[in-house]
């Protein structure tokens, strides 16, 4: 098997043949637009003091979780690490159980025992959020290899960090999968920063896409601001996948706008930076201006999108912070997985 890689993937030219039609990019933007209000009134809240723990925002990478769940079938699986509320809303998990989970609450998904790293979701096929750097990709490829051994079609998506992918157990799933031909699609979602630590201190090598190589495996870099190259990519590494053909690793360039953390002031970045990344390459931005172009959807109708998906969020917290804590019952619970 060959490798593939190339230059960084840009978004299709609308009206080619794997363009997405104007309602599916109206869905789209819906699905960004979401996340990052959400993410916004997490933030709030964790502000108030009424999540605690640990508390990891998605802002700014919304078009590569939206972009590649625009590419996954009923009965795939997905797996990602503790920067996770934005890929459980993209696998369709009801914000309300999301936001009752950040608060610790009984209605949550993990019945408040989780918080926001650890909530998981057999219903839509999510199976967390993780709290130990680069822990979730042998899950994953775990996840990929029940997907061959049912013979069920499905297969599964491996989100990680950048600081992940330096750990060791990354390479030992990389060569299992490859050796294996076992159906996942491993997402390297370089937001070019490891906690503090930036990609170009903590890699030897910044081609991070290119370590698949020696795996034989097929890599991809793509553009992770823009959805429609997310999507495109997507959609090419899963024919190749479920043909058969075995894991492809993608290297999503993305960036997050908060810093690692809800306690995190990301001093180690200058306002410019982070400024010129806001105006030049939003994701949400860069979709609504196609949306404007194509004129699938006016002023009125941003409006009235904003507005619900605003009610949504806000029902969603009022949800959470009127739900009961968890009886202490709860902590002699899914301790024991009966035979």
């Known amino acids: 098997m060959t490798t593939k890689k190339g230059p960084i993937k ?26 990052r209000r959400f993410e916004e009134r997490a933030g709030q809240l964790y502000g108030m003091g009424l999540i605690g723990g640990f508390c990891h925002l998605y802002i700014g990478q919304e078009a590569v979780v939206v972009g590649l769940q625009a590419c996954s079938k009923p009965g795939d699986t997905v797996v990602t690490s503790y920067r996770d509320h934005g890929h459980m809303l993209a696998c369709g998990m009801d914000p309300k159980g999301v936001m009752a989970e950040l608060t610790g609450r009984a209605t949550g998904y993990s019945r408040g025992k989780g918080g926001s790293m650890h909530m998981f979701s057999r219903e839509k096929g999510f199976f967390g959020g993780h709290g130990i750097v680069g822990a979730q990709v042998p899950i ?16 599964c998506m491996a989100y990680m960090g950048d600081g992940a992918f330096n750990q060791g157990q990354v390479y030992e799933s990389l060569n299992m999968a490859s050796l294996w031909h076992l159906p996942v699609l491993y997402v390297v979602e370089n937001n070019k920063y490891g906690m503090g630590t930036s990609v170009e201190r903590a890699s030897a090598s910044t081609d991070l896409a290119s370590r698949g190589q020696p795996y034989n495996v097929k890599t991809m870099t793509v553009d992770g601001m823009d959805l429609m190259a997310v999507r495109e990519a997507g959609m090419e590494a899963v024919e190749y996948i479920r043909a058969g053909k075995g894991p492809v690793l993608m290297e999503a360039k993305t960036y997050r706008y908060r810093g690692h953390s809800m306690s995190d002031p990301a001093k180690y970045r200058t306002k410019e930076e982070l400024q010129k990344m806001r105006v030049e390459h939003d994701p949400i931005d860069h979709l609504r201006q196609t949306l404007i172009d194509l004129k699938a959807l006016d002023d009125d109708g941003f409006k009235t999108m904003d507005k619900e998906i605003k009610d949504i969020v806000i029902a969603a917290a009022d949800f959470a912070q009127t739900s009961p804590e968890p009886d202490p019952s709860e902590l002699w619970t899914d301790i024991i997985v009966a035979a």
């Open 10 to 35: 840009k978004g299709p030219a609308a009206g080619s043949n794997s363009a997405p039609t104007p309602d599916e990019l109206i869905k789209y933007y819906k699905d960004m637009l979401l996340i």
């Open 140 to 155: 994953g490829t775990g996840l990929a290899f029940a997907h061959k051994y049912k013979g069920d079609g499905g297969l």
